[in-house]
């Protein structure tokens, strides 16, 4: 029958059904000589014979076979690249089949016209019952599934479709290919123990390479086994027990040609008892999440309810990670419990437990506690015993519990089970003998003045060490102050200073307790004698609920706006001060205002500083300078000066007349409402005996001159000039030394 060929179907009355047959008979006749062509369907696909494979082609020689309903479920898939939506088969599809003669590695990539939703799919069965491999993309003008593993005999259909739109075609390259030298695959390890294991593979050749080594060892510095000539291998030697391991293995191939590695593959040895102190920070412990909960090896997590716990890299208190907990909602009568890896000496009552906790609630009624207790099963909240209840507070702080003697072999931290729905963190957890000579506790600081403060503790003894610096320095364990009593003044201490104190027991005959802290204070704002400078760099940055200014600053805010310092756009990184003055109808005050002074009202100062708008509003956005009596009264600001602002910073100077005012201050504009100003880079000093020039300008630019000018009470001036970037030297370019006047032409480019 012809493609072309006419029929002329006639019905009988009598023959009605007989004719009736005919003509269905010959109309699926002609709908099989019209329908779709070969690679429309698995049934019917085009056939890859033999590799290196290429082709060109375009949708729209092929059908819209196949729907979302066709995709096969995606778990085990080899390679996923893309979110794998069932409805990138939802256009044209062309439909290939590839059967291997034998096990291999094979590439599939794809080439297509434009970035859009295209797809490249790898199926197995047909109609289609798993899926191999897939790449789908919104974007990108290409597609692959690289090194599949595929075995030999079996038939894979490899699929190209989008979702764009059954009226939308295009060309495409397909290409598939062997690698001839493939990475092992299929990385495992069985048999494990505390020193030994078997690692394990798969790949075609008979001779392997191995690297390994503990979890994060860069390779070329693990142990290489190299010869291997099965799919395994046993670790005997080098293992220690709790730990993780990587491993890294590549095939040699004929014709000395070696394949990639492929890994690391992790595994852990098993647990072993504890039969000393330990210390536990969470570092090496990947971060999990509600659904994918982390702890670290051979610790357990207890969980019954809808709350979870894991490693979290929020907010640790050492960084960069602690253990985040939350106990469910209100109704939720779950345990949940942080255990312990196993002890053989816990309950000998010679033990404790150090560790640092918070919450995120700043409820206290009912208070969020937790309770520190011991085990006898690790998987088991019934065999949890209370050993002490610990209120906590959003703030780190660190606990002590001594152990009494029991028989459990677990310590845990169980969540408080009665205050929900609460957060809190773990972190720093120290496992250790109770020393013979005990750390002090609960350090302070207080009756602090400009140069001293007096520092006490909670503990026992009678005699102590403290070594003390300003914050941040790096405590060498050598007292700065040795044998001093509990409340000990310190004193010869500058004023507007962060300080860190430690502090540890003396209990004689050279036997010290581990040092405490560190304690941190800031010593009371002096009166300013001294220019300074204020970049707000070494101030916490801040939000609209938690206004930070520089130690010794203040800032008035009398009504719905705010100020506070801020990472974002500083003229000096890596910060500045940001200031927002309330919507159109706030009559609040805006006002930072520096440290007290004693030498402002002299008329001999000056302020400089950079600011900047984000408004390019028709209504001008403005900063008053000012000077105050009051560092805390708005009324009491007196305007200098009020500047217009722009959105890229501007450099301003205020000379600062006779004044009994102390302080000076920034008044964000309160007429142009609402407006965000940003300011930085603050300094205060003497006015120089010879002023700079202001306002600089050039004019007249042409291809080898150009005019400069400026604004000077001055008469004789020196001018430094080169390609944007150079570093200036302080020395006036030749030739430009005692330039009279305001303005300088005809400057030769060199």
Known sequence: MENFTRFRPYIRANKTKRWLGLLTFCMMILVGQLGFAQGSTCGNPIVITSLPYSTTDNTANYGNTYSNTDVPPLTGAQYTDGTGSAYYLSDNDVVYAFTPTADGTFNFSLDLPTSDWYALWLFEGCPFTSTVAYHTATTGDARSLPEINL???????????????????????????????????????????????????????????????????????????????????????????STVYEFYVRQDCDDDEMSDWAGPFAFATACDIITSGFYEGFDTTDTGSSSNPTVPQCWTMIDTGGGYGYVSATTPNTAPRNFYMYNGSASDSGHYILVSPETDNLGDGTMRVKFWARTTSTVTDPAVTIDFGTLSDNTDETTFTVVQSIPITNVYTEYVVNIPATTDDYFGIRHDLVTKARYIYIDTVTYQ????????????????????????????????????????????????????????????????????????????????????????????????????????????????????????????????????????????????????????????????????????????????????????????????????????????????????????????????????????????????????IYIDTITYEPIPSCLEVTETNVAGLSFNSVDLTWTSDGTLFDIEYGVAGFTPTGTASTGYAGIAGTSVTCLVLL
């Open 151 to 241: 075995t030999g005999g079996t038939t894979y259909y490899i699929v190209i479709s989008s979702w764009i739109s059954a009226s939308t075609t295009y060309t495409y390259t397909l290409q598939v290919s062997q690698l001839l030298c493939p990475a092992p695959f299929n990385l495992g390890a069985s048999a494990i123990t505390q020193t030994s294991a078997v690692l394990e593979w798969s790949g075609a050749e008979d001779s392997f390479d191995l690297e390994w080594g503990e979890a994060g060892f860069t390779q070329g510095t693990g142990t290489l086994e190299t010869g291997i000539t099965t799919n395994s291998y046993s670790l005997t030697s080098g293992l220690s027990h």
């Open 433 to 676: 003998e109770i020393p013979s000579c005990i750390e002090p506790s609960d350090l302070e600081a207080v009756n602090i003045t400009t140069n001293s403060a007096e520092l006490f503790w909670v503990s026992a003894g009678t005699l102590f060490d403290i070594e003390h610096g300003e914050a941040g320095f790096t405590p060498t364990g050598i007292p700065t102050h040795s044998g001093v009593t509990n409340n000990f003044i310190l004193s010869d201490l500058n004023p507007s200073t962060n300080y860190e104190y430690y502090v540890r027991q003396d209990c004689g005959a050279g036997d010290t307790s581990y040092w405490s802290g560190p304690y941190s204070f800031y010593t009371a704002c002096g009166i300013v004698t001294e220019p300074f400078y204020e970049g707000f760099d070494t101030t916490d940055t801040g939000t609209s609920t938690n206004p930070t200014v520089p130690q010794c600053w203040t800032m008035i805010d009398t009504d719905a706006g705010y100020g506070y310092v801020s990472a974002t756009s500083p003229n000096t990184a890596p910060r500045n001060f940001y200031m927002y003055n309330g919507p159109a109808s706030d009559p609040g005050h805006y006002i930072l205002v520096s440290p007290e002074t004693d030498n402002l009202g002299n008329g001999t100062m000056r302020v400089r500083f950079w600011a900047r708008t984000t408004s390019t509003a028709a209504l001008q956005t403005q900063v008053t300078f000012g000077t105050l009596s009051d560092n805390t009264d708005p009324s009491s600001f007196s305007a200098l000066e009020t500047f217009d602002l722009t959105t890229t910073y501007q450099e301003f100077v205020v000379i600062i007349p006779a004044t009994t005012d102390d302080y000076f201050g920034f008044r964000h504009d309160i007429n142009t409402r609402p407006r965000y």
